[in-house]
């Protein structure tokens, strides 16, 4: 899924259709209190869901509601086909370890073998490297945002990738979970099975699983049929929320809830693959420093409550997918929404905590009151990415955040330990180290270290030198900076223009396209600046 961390700073009546089922362990009244749960989210006349609940292999619970399209009244059912964004990236993982099984490729293979076009990269990146994250290739999203597309097909996104020329780490150094790997293992597999992507994945899984009204889309102009649309709600009122990017892999399949829940019946019960391949995706990813994260391939786990769970989201626009293993029960969750909030997480974890409340570990957290003293250990300046950074405060008892160059101070409430929440985004909280803290947004990590910032004086600065226009031949990308009002300003040939404010006098930034570091000869002369934001870092602009 992506992530552009401070923006997001965003029925009884089916029972008749769709029914209870009664298992040897789990009672009617507890999948009663999951209907009730689901009716008091989801409401008839607005956007929402389609949810079902697998156990020991078969579907027990299905439910839906609310409006596929809100134009026309049309309701959502079990045959609605959703975009399930990153929820994707599990089945491309499973249909490479497939042509692996057939001898076709190696995830230990380096992708130059496969990808000629990027064998001047320096480092070596395997497949492995593309599904657990670790590969360091800039995020497809962040690099056609710096480009000015706002829609591209998959051919298109693949022509952009492959063009890429050095990668934002070192192999394994980093774990940063981003499209760009996902969409050119796609690519990888096209290559080599001889056939489109998306026709593999309909013969070798969708067909064999009887998943017949699942696909693979590269261009979201194509029709998909009995479509959910994307809606977002402002100041109460819908507006269309339409899909930009297409790129399959990392994301770009629809399908429906009946058609998940075939797929969630594969994780209990293999018929296509084996538990030998989600035995692999499950493996967890150790860092080049030994670091592990709890993230496989193409999966994520974890524990929930003392439960070992497996999972993975996906969220694009207004859609939102969310699957939720629990193997030791043989439970599985899943659910497809095109409501562009947090009720997907509230909804499948509460169902987990109706089903299995005898089996949850609750932790009593004894919330004590700190003081500034202590709190003081917490205090200073925070990269958050490139470009964004956070003050971190403490005063009256309290613990404030402040985005850096402003003045508002905002609380962040005690949690325990040296977590505090982040009310201003659902399911987010901070949980501070020596020299750094967790940003946790959902089921996502971004580690934020402490950095020194003294913002120099502008009237020391010579802004003139540093004005001129800058194009970057990798991406083909150009940009012009102005001096206006002794104010440094980024020039685009799309969007608004972005105020630069000086880090150093020779580094300037802004949230919205990062920090850039200009490079300057013994002359004194600016010869070229490095752009690096989220997701891409070190993009070299040559005046």
Known sequence: MKHPVFCIL??????SQFGLAQTNTL???LYTGVDSLFNSVYQANKTGAAFAIIKNGKIVYKNAKGLANIEHGIRITDTTAFHIASVSKQFTT???LLLEQEGELSFEDDIKTYLPELKHLENSITIKDLTNHTHGLPNLHELAGLKGKDIMTHQQIIQMLLKINHTNFNTGD???YNNTGYALLAEIIERVGKKPFEEQLKQKIFLPLGMYHSEAIGDNNIVVKNKAYSYKLTNGVYENYRLKFSAMGSSGINTTINDLSLWAQNYQNPLVGSRAFYDKMEQATYLNSGKKINYGLGLQ???YKGLDI???????VGYRSYILHIPKHRLSVVLLANTNDFSALDVVYTTVDILLSDYLKTETVVKSKLTTGQLKKYEGTYEVQPGLYFNILAKNDSLYFQQYGTEEMNPLPYITGSTFEFPY????KFTFYDNKFDFHIADFTYECFKTSLTSPNLDEINLDHLSGVFRNKEHKITYELIVKDRTLILKRAFGNNIILNPLTPES?????????????????????????GQNYKNLIFEK
Do not use: C, M, P
Request: no cysteine.
């Open 301 to 303: 786990f974890g524990t």
């Open 174 to 176: 980093t774990y940063e």
């Open 10 to 15: 965003s029925s009884l009546i089916f029972l």
């Open 310 to 316: 497996v999972f993975h989201g996906g969220g694009d």
């Open 94 to 96: 499973y249909l490479a």
């Open 27 to 29: 009672t009617q009244h």
């Open 508 to 532: 300037f930034y802004s949230s919205e396209i990062g920090r850039l570091d200009f490079i300057i000869d013994s002359n004194r002369l600016v010869k070229s600046f490095k752009l690096s």
């Open 425 to 428: 985004i659902n399911y987010s």
